[in-house]
């Protein structure tokens, strides 16, 4: 055998275990990770930090509690400890994901065990949702070419306006959507395109539709976001990528169609029942335009809270529809908007659909302005124009954030505990475990999950008259803890005839709070009273 | 297995195997169910992830495309076995001596004693071109192989005492591109892979060029036979039923409707198997080679003696995937590339009988592979698993597409918990949406293959293959599971026959010369 006159590329020992990446390799990938982004990660450290202060304290007492959160705790508990999808009958009101979440985050961590009140769990919960979400909201700012100053001040205006910070405190089905349509958008907009990416983005799609089905509405600016970042070489297998993983959505009708629960039929819960309810049959809230209307009332009450991101928001998202780089982001934003002028129902927390993308595209739209390159290259007219903006944003900045700051540090400051919590705790004192009652949605988890009160003798006041089988079961009420207004409202009779007919064989026994919005009055039920099925 | 079953005991063995299978479903449904459930989404996820990993980024996807070879300087030799192949070899060496490469011989080995005629064909186009081929006796033994084959040429090759950097393997029907050696060449050079394997590809996705045709045509065959079977006797044929059997266009349709669905899927594995699996378990270090197309650097054939004590293990049914997971044990890296025009063309089996007892045989080999052990010796942990599940992966697949909607039946019927009936679906779905993604890649393939075809109005892909693969993935995968039960049963039994596919030249016959010939353009 002769030797060979051209060597062969030799190859080493340790060059050949690059086949197989082991320890070393990904030790030395980490390392070089690190040096790339680590002034990132310290940013993202530092602002998460501050986020998580500012969402953390004093959010046991701030805000009041209300009925959606005590409602998914119910099902969230329902979930750890029987494995249902609801305490009651589940009437397809939402996709469960989002409790779904909750009970596994608990059954991880003993949430429910850990808190004393089951609501600090759900604020717990929502505290997590809010950092994951702020980590997010950097990275997607990053991805949108958004240099570290913009992306920070992306997330500084999520996490610290006051209207966001109220609003994502409260435990809703929408601030776990965040998170993942967040995510969707990251994965959607990576740079090398990759499949397994997209895989990702169709996931964490079908993650946001199932945790709240409302989340389908944003369809439109994924389809944008698609559009943009697709490559045409890849393009078909790309959308069966993510149609693959997107479509695991169908699990949720697929679990209505298992049940017989699909299609509306009488006798039973169904899914597109309930929805034709949602759709068309709801109270509707009226278009914003209608200066009569709820939705006007509602967002009258969210400007309360802060109206510079708001507006700057909309201003940002009009601008952003013309920029390439925001369009998707922003086509998202016009979507969730649009349900206010549609003139159907607008649930109460809608607003917490809006805020991340208003964030994200103000730092955008301010991040393509007033950039030291395009203020260089440009002519007198342009740089006055841009001048302008920033004296603008200079001046917003100068009166909303002394505004937000004293707003922050009194959402953040002491506050009496919500009348619901005082009733709670005295309920748990006072009211011996045997005891039917009728409760607020906020105290059915507190008492059957924390005070041991059996599931059957604690009913959420709006299952007495909407759910057969609670209906059925009732023999007698003895205590009702609800607030003030539930007996006061006209609808009241229509909507809750049992609770009213058994307060007025009722007494007082204990009171909380004074804002009439809010106080709660415990009554005790007279033994003599026999509730008639159907009120 | 030291003593061997005989056949009867191997199917009861095989067939009682698959009884106690049953027995946990019956014994706990909701377990067990969802454990297949858990199981087959994983399976599926995964086969969908193999198979698109060569179009993971679109740089990736178009990456092969782009290479352009420097100038060769490397020696190469080409071992081509070939036995009773007279139809096929001429043309076969008439390219072999055309390939623009300095510096290559092709040895060709033929088992003379009782096939004179390829011999004769071989020593023509030793005579004519002595630069270029050379004919190789085979050794004096009494089984006729393709590995024996092999070694041979090597012994004569190293004895000789030539020069050479490069071994490839070819097969009688094989064509190769006239730059297939140059990149190579170059391959080699620059990644310093011990192995190169170039892509095969199956072409003949419609059956009209397999030349097999009821004399009298199907549908007057048709006619006499039911005839026959009503007990009416000889019936005169009408004659409109002859002039429609005659129409080429009536043939062609017929042929891919009856055996379209599995050449197309036939094809079409291939065609994934090449441009994203391979390269896939190429980057993970575990790898089967295919059996042509293949080519080893000296350093390699070195590591590999002194490793095995030989080159192509002569007791094992599929020697090359062996060698490839043994280079994965002695830390070679197996390049792959994987560019249309290049591609080796060969030709779909005959029929679905000869195409089981192919996957029969690979299985078989398969078992064989994972029962010598080779494999344990891998490097790390995660290679080791990635070899069983590769090594398995065959028998996975197939049954779990097999077992899919049989797991749903099974969590509907039984009324188990709905989350188990929910999980059970993932698969389904899953499944489903890889049936799209087939047929996207079957445009791709199309697409990719068919300037090669050009011309050939008849190689496009139709409509009806389309329906093919996406109505014959079941039963595909079906053919699949049932090779998998035989060659369970025949390993059992210790039956190794079956060892060579037979060529019927179907590919040769495709007109592609004109572009095959055609110099690649960078």
């Known amino acids: 055998m002769t030797t060979a006159p051209v060597e062969l590329a030799r190859v080493t020992a340790s060059d050949r275990s690059a086949a197989a990446p082991g320890a070393r390799q990904a030790a030395q990938w980490a390392a070089l990770r690190w040096q790339r982004y680590r002034l990132d990660a310290l940013i993202l450290m530092a602002v998460v930090a501050l986020s998580g202060v500012v969402h953390a304290r004093g959010m046991a007492d701030y805000p009041n509690w209300v009925d959606d959160p005590g409602t998914y705790l119910s099902q969230a508990w329902s979930f750890q400890h029987d494995g249902a999808l609801s305490p009651y009958t589940y009437f397809y009101d939402h996709a469960p994901l989002g409790w779904i979440t909750i009970g596994l985050y608990s059954m991880l961590t003993n949430g429910f065990g850990r808190h004393a009140l089951a609501m600090d769990f759900g604020n717990e919960a929502m505290l997590m949702a809010k950092l994951v979400g702020c980590v997010l909201l950097y990275l997607v700012a990053r991805r949108l070419d958004f240099g570290r100053v913009w992306a920070t001040v992306a997330v500084l205006l999520f996490a610290l306006n006051p209207l966001a910070l109220t609003y994502s405190r409260w435990t809703y089905l929408d601030n776990l959507v965040t998170p993942w349509l967040l995510l969707a958008v990251l994965m959607a907009t990576g740079r090398r395109k990759h499949l397994g990416a997209f895989a990702v983005a169709g996931l964490a799609f079908a993650g946001a539709a199932m945790t709240k089905e409302t989340a389908l509405l944003t369809a439109p600016a994924f389809a944008v976001l698609f559009w943009q970042h697709i490559d045409r070489r890849t393009r078909g297998k790309t959308l069966a990528v993510v149609a693959t993983t997107a479509s695991l959505m169908l699990l949720y009708p697929a679990y209505a169609l298992l049940k017989g629960e699909l299609f509306a039929g009488p006798g039973h819960n169904s899914l597109l029942g309930t929805a034709s309810w949602q759709l068309a049959h709801r109270t509707p809230s009226g278009s914003i335009l209608d200066p009569a209307s709820v939705t006007r009332d509602l967002w009258q009450g969210w400007l309360t809270y802060d109206s510079w991101l708001i507006w700057a928001g909309i201003g940002a998202g009009i601008i952003g529809l013309g920029r390439r780089r925001l369009r998707g982001v922003a086509v998202l934003l016009a979507c969730q908007i649009s349900v206010l002028f549609t003139g159907g129902y607008v649930p109460f927390m809608q607003i917490v659909n809006l805020l991340p993308w208003m964030a994200l595209l103000v730092a955008g739209v301010l991040a393509q302005v007033l950039r030291p390159s395009v203020w260089l290259r440009s002519g007198w007219v342009r740089r006055i124009g841009i001048g302008a903006v920033a004296l603008v944003t200079a001046a917003g900045a100068a009166t909303a954030l002394p505004h937000w700051y004293r707003a922050d540090v009194s959402i953040m400051g002491p506050h009496t505990a919500p009348p619901l919590k005082q009733a709670t705790a005295w309920v748990s004192d006072h009211v011996p475990r045997d005891q039917v009652m009728v409760v607020h949605d906020a105290l059915w988890t507190e008492l059957v999950a924390k005070q041991g009160f059996t599931p059957d003798n604690v009913i959420i006041v709006y299952k007495l008259d909407s759910d057969p089988a609670v209906n059925a079961r009732l023999k007698r009420i003895d205590f009702l803890v609800l607030p003030d207004y539930y007996y006061t409202t006209p609808a009241a009779a229509g909507q809750y005839p049992t609770a009213v007919a058994a307060r007025d064989r009722a007494v007082p026994v204990a009171h909380f709070g004074t804002d009439p919005t809010s106080a709660v009055t415990v009554y005790r039920v007279s033994s003599a009273w026999v509730p008639r099925p159907g009120g | ?522």
Not at chain 2, 350 to 355: C, Q, V
């Open chain 2, 1 to 522: 297995m030291n003593r061997p079953l005989n056949s009867r005991q191997a199917w009861f063995v095989v067939f009682g195997g698959l009884a106690l299978l049953c027995l946990p479903p019956v014994l706990w449904p909701d377990t067990s169910i969802l454990l297949i459930a858990v199981a087959l989404a994983a399976i599926s996820g995964t086969t969908l992830a193999f198979q698109l990993y060569g179009w993971r980024t679109p740089e990736h996807s178009v990456a092969d495309g782009a290479v352009v070879p420097s100038p060769a300087t490397l020696r190469m030799a080409i071992f081509l076995a070939a036995r009773k192949e007279a139809t096929v070899l001429a043309s076969t060496l008439q390219r072999m001596v055309t390939l623009r490469h300095p510096s290559y011989r092709v040895y060709v080995v033929i088992d003379h004693r009782d096939d004179p005629e390829t011999l004769e064909i071989a020593r023509r186009f030793e005579a004519e071109h002595p630069q270029l081929i050379r004919v190789v006796a085979y050794p004096d033994v009494p089984t006729s192989s393709k590995p024996i084959a092999l070694n041979e040429a090597m012994r004569q090759l190293v004895a000789s005492g030539e020069r050479w950097d490069v071994v490839g393997v070819a097969d009688a029907e094989d064509r190769f591109h006239v730059d297939l050696l140059a990149t190579v060449d170059h391959l080699c050079r620059t990644t310093g892979a011990g192995i190169v394997q170039g892509a095969v590809q199956l072409v003949n996705f419609e059956t009209t060029t397999s030349g097999h045709h009821v004399p009298d045509g199907y549908l007057v065959a048709f006619h006499r036979w039911l005839g026959r079977v009503l007990g009416l006797g000889a019936v005169a044929t009408p004659p409109g039923l002859r002039r429609i059997d005659r129409t080429p266009r009536f043939r062609r349709w017929l042929g891919r409707i009856g055996s379209g669905w599995w050449r197309a899927s036939n094809c079409l594995e291939y065609f994934k198997w090449f441009t994203s699996r391979l390269k896939l378990q190429a980057a993970a270090g575990v790898i089967p080679l295919g059996g042509n197309t293949v080519f080893f650097t000296r350093e390699f054939m070195h590591d590999l003696h002194d490793y095995t004590g030989t080159w192509w293990d002569e007791d094992c049914l599929t020697e090359d995937c062996k060698i490839g997971i043994v280079a994965s044990v002695l830390g070679h890296r197996v390049e792959v590339f994987s560019i249309p025009t290049m591609a080796t063309y060969e030709e779909t089996p005959a029929t679905l009988t000869k195409f089981i007892r192919q996957r029969v045989r690979w299985m078989q080999g398969f078992i064989q592979v994972f029962f010598e052990g080779t494999w344990t010796k891998l490097p790390t942990l995660s290679q080791r698993l990635l070899a069983v599940f590769v090594l398995g992966f065959q028998f996975f697949q197939a049954f779990s597409t097999v077992l899919a909607p049989v797991a749903v039946v099974l969590a509907l019927t039984h009324k188990a918990p709905t989350a188990v009936a929910l999980i059970s679906l993932v698969p389904l779905l899953v499944g489903g949406w890889n049936v799209v993604i087939d047929l996207i890649m079957m445009r791709d393939f199309g697409l990719a293959y068919a300037p090669a075809a050009a011309g050939r109005r008849r190689t496009r892909v139709r409509l009806i293959d389309y329906v093919g693969v996406a109505l014959g993935t079941f039963l595909f995968q079906l053919a699949l599971a049932v090779s998998a039960v035989w060659a369970v049963q025949r390993s059992l039994a210790g039956i190794t026959n079956w060892v060579k596919t037979e060529h019927l030249g179907a590919h040769v016959q495709l007109d592609l010369e004109p572009e095959l010939a055609r110099p690649r353009t960078a």
